[in-house]
């Protein structure tokens, strides 16, 4: 395993379970954003039948955790993504070929007082996600645009 994912796990006071280290492993091994369903078929392979709601279940904890994001696809299809970088950062995601890139830059961060002021009250959070076109998929559909 490429991480210290019982750690990680206790770190967030989640508990280790090998269904959890199951699809971390998974995610981090893809190293691109995986649908629900995706993630039941690799579970299957080690723990027999796996309903999806429990699929989901695992999902959603290991996200509420921090330690795996969402991912909402313009297709709406969502999907799970892990990244082991803690700070506060942003996804530049590829829309073809699910490649992901960490965004250094918080665009909102430098609004929150403007926010702040708008709304008479106080951010706390937010949530940014960027859809795109990796340089590698962009120079194939600039050069055949039908593809996609
Ligand atoms: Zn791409
Ligand atoms: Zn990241
Ligand atoms: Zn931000």
């Known amino acids: 395993m490429p991480h210290d994912y019982p750690t990680m796990l206790k770190e967030l006071r989640l508990k280790v379970t090998p269904k959890r280290l199951a699809i971390l492993d998974f995610l981090a091994r893809t190293g691109t954003y995986v649908s629900p369903e995706e993630v039941r078929h690799n579970l299957q392979e080690h723990f027999g039948s ?23 696809h313009p297709n709406r299809q969502l999907y799970y993504y892990f990244c082991p970088n803690p700070n506060h950062h942003h996804h530049f995601i590829c829309i073809s070929c699910r ?50």
């Open 99 to 148: 490649k992901v890139r960490d965004l250094q830059i918080c665009a909102v961060k430098g609004l929150e007082d403007e926010i702040n002021s708008q709304v008479r009250g106080r951010v706390i959070s937010h949530i940014l996600q960027v859809n795109g076109l990796c340089g590698t998929c962009n120079e194939r559909e600039m050069s055949a645009p039908d593809v996609l």
């Open 50 to 72: 796996i309903g999806l709601p429990t699929v989901y279940r695992n999902l959603d904890e290991l996200a509420s955790g921090g330690i795996v994001s969402k991912i909402i």
